[in-house]
């Protein structure tokens, strides 16, 4: 979802061909992994049949001359056909973004009206209840399943000991390095930079190495590099010399290969859901929808945030008792810290936070300044002395931060949205970090489940910038689903 780089495949034929086949460690990976996917997907079919039939029929044999015996197994079959026939266990989609979720709950709909509609035509008395519950039991177990399977993945990748692309980066000596550096950021994609190729005129001044990339040819012979580090994907960036026939070219010359080609244009901190390909005089143009700032959906979002932070305050509210209580006791002052934000638009507002330093910690901040342990504009120190011992706990587990659903029920914030500035680091914007005040910001957001403090400026002015374009009610549902887990494992908490 934050990905810098639009990665673009380009499907090539696997016509037979005289290259040899890179990349056996990660092609072996890869169908170990895809089997064991078959496995975790049969066996939690298995298991919504069981619940299915179970909560339908309980102890009581079923009526009427339908096998379900048969018809159990039949279901489960016919269940991994339609996964398989909407490509869930091809290698570019398993591991690779919300297209994976989309395509199994396609392949359970569509056989859920497939068997509805075939029952119906047929006669068959198979239980509606129990093909309801099998299949939505079912569909949820598979999403479930396939969630645990990447994130499992994801972790492996992260490590190093993961099922990873092998790629080889083409392009000029910029773009390369710019490639490598968003692929290297986010390992868990699967990325894994093995060489780059750059045109013949650059070879001599770069000697045989970009950075720690090695370098292993030139633009004449991209396939025979390919195949010579076991490379199983070629990524082809911004390039002058790159025209579209000589891409062209170099599909058909890896036609048969086992490579696969992918696009990496200039184009970059776009989501999917504002990007459409349309063909025009045999060109595929790509259209970027402009992001939107206001609308009915702007109103949905609006009406959810006020919605949820009144239900989350009216069930915390025994715990937000217990927390001014131990900060009152903890240490001298208010209980409550309000602090003076800018929000959308570059309108000021009060922040509501629970106080977590002593009360003179501004005076203090100037005598600490030198101790800064971030760069850009803020000031972030880990075992900052102004902090009290209560603080620590709240700051490790954000709980310093839930008053601030009263900013969200007023209209001033949002639940997910960029990180609220000081009114200091506004004054210090450029133009471009000036686009965070076009949305609210908000109680959590990329920044907070990407490192929290432990990402730098300009990591979380990249990620504020990215969810402001490409907001959507299903990318903050997510995000407020991954903040529990960033909470739970305090991560960049201080």
Known sequence: MTSATLLTPVRTSSRPHDHPSPGGPVRTDQRAYV????????????????????????????????????????????????????????????????????????????????????GYVADVGVSRGFLAITFAVGTIGLEVARFAARKRLHRARSQGSGWSRRVLVVGDTAHVLELVHTLRREPYAGYQVVGACIPDALLAPVAQRLGDVPVVGSFRAIPESAAAIGADTVAVTACGELTATRLRRLGWQLEGTGIDLVLAPALTDVAGPRIHTRPVAGLPLIHVEAPEFRGV?????????????????????PLLAVIALAVKLDSRGPVLFRQTRVGQGGQEFGVFKFRTMVVNADVLLAELTARNETDGLLFKMRDDPRVTRVGRLLRKWSLDELPQLVNVLLGQMSLVGPRPPLPSEVARYDGDVARRLLVKPGMTGLWQVSGRSDLSWEDGIRLDLYYVENWSLAADLTILWKTVGAVVNSRGAY
């Open 35 to 118: 089997r064991t996917l078959v496995v975790l997907d049969a066996a939690v079919l298995a298991v919504a049949v069981l619940v299915g039939y179970a909560v339908r029929f309980g102890e009581a044999a079923p009526r009427g001359p339908v096998p379900y015996v048969l018809v159990a197994p039949a279901l489960v079959l016919a269940w991994l056909v339609s996964l398989k026939a909407l490509r869930c266990y091809d290698d570019r989609v398993v591991g690779y973004g919300a297209d994976e979720y989309r395509r199994v709950s396609m392949a359970s709909l569509r056989l859920a009206g497939a068997t509805a509609i075939a």
């Open 297 to 317: 959906r702007k109103l949905v979002k609006g009406f959810v945030d006020r919605s949820m932070s009144l239900i989350a305050l009216a069930l915390l509210l």
